[in-house]
Every structure is written in C-alpha cells, then in structure tokens.
C-alpha cells in the first residue's frame, strides 16, 4: 500500500532564516504530488503541485518554492521565511486515477517568530 | 475551473442534533464531489465520496445538481464529530485542486 511521510512534524524558524519541509511518498511511482498550507481561519490553500520530477507548477505568488529532486521526493523550501510563512504545511499524493481521493501526511507546523 | 463553496466556518450543536455542513459546486461536467475530515492531532483524510454512495460512520451526501449542493448531513451528532471538515471537487491530473474553505464542527455534550 502508498504511504505518505512529512517531517518535520513541527519547527520554529526566526524571520529570515531558510526553510526546507520534505515529503515522500512510499508504495507507488510517478504521483502527482501537492503542498497545502492550512491557515487557522482560512481553509486549505493550494501552494504548488508537481505531475512529474522537475515539474511544478503554482498560480499564488509567495515567498516559498517547490522542487521535485525524485519522482517520490517533494521538497518545500524557502530562503528567507517571514511571518506570514507561518501556518500549517500539508503534503499530499494523488495516483491519477479518476475519483481517487488525495492521501495526506501528518503535516508540518511551522511557526515563524 | 473546478470550484467549491463552504458557506459557515464553524457550526455548533448539541450531541444528539441532526447536522448538516453545506457544500455548494460551480463547475460543469460531472460532479464527483469529495468530503474529507481532519480530527484532532489526526491527518487529513477522505470521509466519503458521492460516487460510492456510501456512508461512513453516520454521514451522507447527497448531490443535488438543481442546487448545486453536497451537503453533509448526519441525523445525530455526536461528540466524537468534532472536527474540521473540507468539501472537495474531484481530482484530475494537472488540475489545481481547490478545497472549499471548511467548516470547524463543534459537538457539544
């Protein structure tokens, strides 16, 4: 069976610093591959996603980026993290078959101080 | 492009009370609606799909394409259905996939 696996589950970052958040996925090849930001009061926002290695695609400008290194391997980064950044970082997989659901991992809470 | 609408952000009810959580769809083509829950200290997961009819553990959704709607309907709450729940469309590779902005159940005892 697929599995899912985010670390870290939570880090406390200061303004400015880098950030690096990984997800892989396990059971499965060539997902595609989705970062979510869950925002206290704001639902779930779509950040990137990725059909493929070096894929990736995203339609909200923002301070972060996403690189595809693996066909499993989704990588969330950021050089310089502000406050807005902080929230809570969602990584999911979907196999490309009509009315699959996504799967989620555990999430990463990111609190930037 | 696919989207979906959850109207409250938080709904509060007693154990026992029916409970309803509003989804409305404006897209066109088939509207395989998807309802996904996230308990506390627990990963987001599915909770059920319009095309396998199904209910899990008490809840329904029924697709009223006159309406536009997927409402989440459960006749008695209870505590243990707290939690934040997310209407979804459903998936197609490429797309970007655009949650409903959720609603926070609260079950009171």
């Known amino acids: 069976s697929q599995t899912i696996h985010q670390w870290p589950a939570t880090l406390v970052q200061p303004v400015g610093s880098p950030l690096s958040l990984e997800c892989t996925v396990e059971?499965?090849?060539?997902?595609?591959l989705y970062w979510y930001r869950q925002a206290a009061g704001r639902g779930l926002q779509l950040l990137f996603y990725?059909?493929?290695?070096?894929?990736i695609s995203s339609e909200v400008p923002q301070n972060l980026s996403a690189s595809r290194p693996q066909d499993r391997q989704f990588i969330l980064s950021s050089k310089k993290l502000l406050l807005s950044d902080s929230g809570f970082y969602l990584c999911?997989?979907?196999?490309?078959?009509?009315?699959?659901?996504?799967?989620f991992g555990n999430g990463t809470r990111l609190t930037v101080t | 492009a696919q989207r979906v609408t959850q109207p409250e952000k938080l709904l509060s009810v007693f154990k026992g009370a029916p409970v309803e959580l509003k989804c409305n769809y404006s897209?066109?083509?088939?509207?395989?609606l998807f309802w996904y829950v996230q308990y506390s200290r627990q990963r987001l997961q599915l909770l059920l799909r319009?095309?396998s009819r199904e209910s899990i553990k008490g809840f329904t959704a029924d697709l009223n394409k006159g309406e536009t709607s997927f409402h989440l309907k459960k006749p008695f709450a209870q505590e243990e259905d707290s939690a934040m729940y997310y209407c979804?469309?459903?998936?197609?590779?490429?797309?970007?996939?655009?949650f409903g902005g959720g609603t926070r159940l609260m079950v009171k005892p």
């Open positions: 319009h095309i």
């Open positions: 897209y066109s083509g088939s509207p395989e």
């Open positions: 990725s059909v493929g290695i070096g894929q």
């Open positions: 999911a997989f979907f196999l490309g078959e009509f009315n699959s659901p996504l799967h």
């Open positions: 979804a469309p459903p998936n197609n590779a490429g797309n970007m996939l655009t």
């Open positions: 059971g499965t090849s060539n997902p595609n």
